[in-house]
């Protein structure tokens, strides 16, 4: 089965400064989502690459997946308060049972300091 | 619309009651899925649902049932609570009805949740 592993696993940054969360896979990425949790909430979407080398932006996160689809990075430039929470990745698994089942990490924990 | 939505937010039940948790979708999705998040664990499957009338074991079923009452609700059964069961319970839904890679479609839609502790 695919395995997931986020780094770090926590993380403490002073308001402003920029910092990147990785997700690396031990199977072919087919699809990598990037979800955001607050504190006692549910995931929100952020967003999913499917393309080697493929790059997306929102606002001030960009993700990335590596060419070789087995690894992806999600990049905070000029970190807010508001970015604090939970991020977690997941992967859809290859299969013709798949159903749109997907795997995820064990989730990153951000804390930024005003 | 309301997304997903789930039913209750906290429930305290002692060992051996029973208890099923609510969900229901207004996005028209096909698949819905139960998951529970434990500390340092991440997200688990427990069983989903790939359309009305078909359920299916995910990675950690036991001690679990489902019911997919129709395309807009599928419910979690806990027939016996266990402290073991104490964690935080998440419903999602997806476009996805087929069995092969569709992505895109396999973008989630999650509900707030609902923490469960089982004394």
């Known amino acids: 089965s695919q395995e997931l592993e986020q780094s770090p696993q926590s993380l403490i940054v002073q308001e402003g400064k920029n910092l990147t969360i990785n997700c690396t896979s031990s199977?072919?990425?087919?699809?990598l989502y990037w979800y955001k949790q607050k504190y006692g909430e549910g995931l929100i979407f952020l967003m999913m690459?499917?393309?080697?080398?493929e790059e997306k932006s929102h606002e001030k996160i960009t993700a990335k997946l590596d060419e070789k689809k087995q690894q992806s990075s999600l990049h905070i430039t000029a970190s807010q308060p508001s970015h604090a929470g939970i991020y977690l990745c997941?992967?859809?698994?290859?299969?013709?049972?798949?159903?749109?089942?997907?795997?995820f990490g064990q989730g990153t924990i951000l804390t930024v300091h005003p | 619309n309301a997304g997903v939505t789930q039913t209750p937010k906290f429930q305290v039940l002692k060992t051996g009651q029973s208890m099923t948790l609510q969900c229901a979708q207004d996005m028209n999705h096909n698949s819905m899925y139960w998951y529970r998040q434990d500390p340092g664990m991440g997200l688990r499957l427990i069983y989903y649902s790939a359309s009305e009338g078909t359920t299916d074991k995910g990675e950690v079923p036991n001690g679990y049932n489902v019911s997919r009452l129709n395309k807009r609700e599928f419910s979690l059964r806990l027939e016996s609570a266990a402290p073991s069961q104490t964690s935080v319970y998440f419903c999602?839904?997806?476009?996805?009805?087929?069995?092969?890679?569709?992505?895109?479609?396999?973008?989630?839609?999650f509900g707030p949740g609902t923490r469960l502790l089982v004394l």
């Open positions: 199977k072919t990425l087919y699809g």
């Open positions: 997941g992967a859809a698994n290859a299969g013709g049972t798949s159903y749109g089942k997907l795997t």
């Open positions: 999602a839904s997806s476009e996805v009805s087929a069995g092969g890679l569709t992505p895109g479609k396999e973008t989630q839609y």
């Open positions: 690459l499917q393309k080697g080398g």
